[in-house]
């Protein structure tokens, strides 16, 4: 059986290595891109089972990665992370069709968790 695969958006590129250790451990595998163009180059060329995207990314952002995401795979589930956390971006990333908004600073297991959260499969 193939393990799920997570596509990480993070510009941070310590804490993205950090995370993407921390999935590979727990059975995941993991692409990850620092930045959105980065990002939609992975996304055409691989289906992902799940999204966590930094909500800034130098200064832009990742917001317009939710569209192509979903539409290459509709039951991908999608987490936001931020360290600006704030009610309007995450009733605008809801609305965009992100599953879960988690703030910063997270750990894998809350990541995990929020990603995870409602997940009928």
Known sequence: MEKPHILLVE????FARVMSRALLHRDYEVSHAANEQDALQLIKSRRFDYAILDLNLGGHTSLGLIAPLKHSNPELRILILTGY???TTAVEAIKLGADN???KPADAEEILAALLANDQT
């Open 85 to 87: 956390a704030s009610i």
């Open 101 to 103: 908004y988690l703030a």
């Open 11 to 14: 510009d941070d590129e310590v």
